[in-house]
């Protein structure tokens, strides 16, 4: 259904079967997801992120960065096509329950939890293995990096512990800083 809006993302993805997985996610997630800005306060994301659309802009360049930097073979080579696929991946969906499911009106400080259980919970219907959905939940669980603990100081989340955890939080920890420019397209389209 969305894969016009994602042709560029869609050929980062080296494996027919996943690409097909990442499909059936998009197609599985809220309609907000689409809509909403990356941020309700516009604090933390750059301005490309902020407005209609926004979330899918920050997601969009999470995932264009991982791909840049896995590109780079001093980067790329430490990691199989295989884990850079469900990285990419992950990245690309890793905010896809932000505002919960229902929607909510307010980011969801749990939310990295909520997609990961959601991969986990749906990975027959979103024709991935076990392993690869545990692999996607992982990453996306830890994707807040050390923002762990909720406005009360209840510790909720989990801080990144592997490599892999690691890599996607840098990617969407770069993709929310000010200081870094992704051109977009009138189409939600990254422009480079």
Not at 32 to 41: D, E
Not at 118 to 138: G, P, V, W
Not at 157 to 175: G, I, R, S, W
Request: hydrophobic share 35%; net charge negative.
């Amino acid at each position: 259904m969305y894969e016009e809006q994602f042709t560029k993302e869609l050929s980062f993805i080296k494996d027919p079967k996943l690409k097909e997985s990442l499909l059936l996610i998009i197609d599985n997630l809220p309609e907000y997801w689409f809509h909403v800005p990356a941020a309700s306060t516009g604090k933390y994301h750059p301005e490309y992120a902020q407005g209609e659309g926004g979330l899918l802009r920050h997601s969009k360049a999470a995932m264009r960065i991982g791909q840049e930097l896995l590109s780079n073979p001093s980067i790329g080579d430490k990691y199989t096509n295989h884990e850079k696929d469900l990285m990419l991946m992950s990245l690309l969906v890793h905010d896809g329950l932000k505002l919960g499911n229902p929607e909510e009106k307010y980011t969801r400080f749990d939310h990295p939890i909520l997609m990961a259980n959601f991969i986990k919970d749906n990975n027959e219907e979103l024709e991935l293995s076990s392993e690869d959905a545990q692999f996607m939940a992982d990453v996306i669980k830890t994707h807040m990096g050390p923002w762990t603990t909720d406005y009360n100081g209840n510790e909720v989340l989990e801080p990144p512990k592997t490599k892999y955890q690691n890599f996607v939080h840098m990617c969407d920890y770069l993709a929310s800083r000010k200081c870094l420019l992704v051109p977009f397209d009138k189409d939600n389209n990254i422009d480079a």
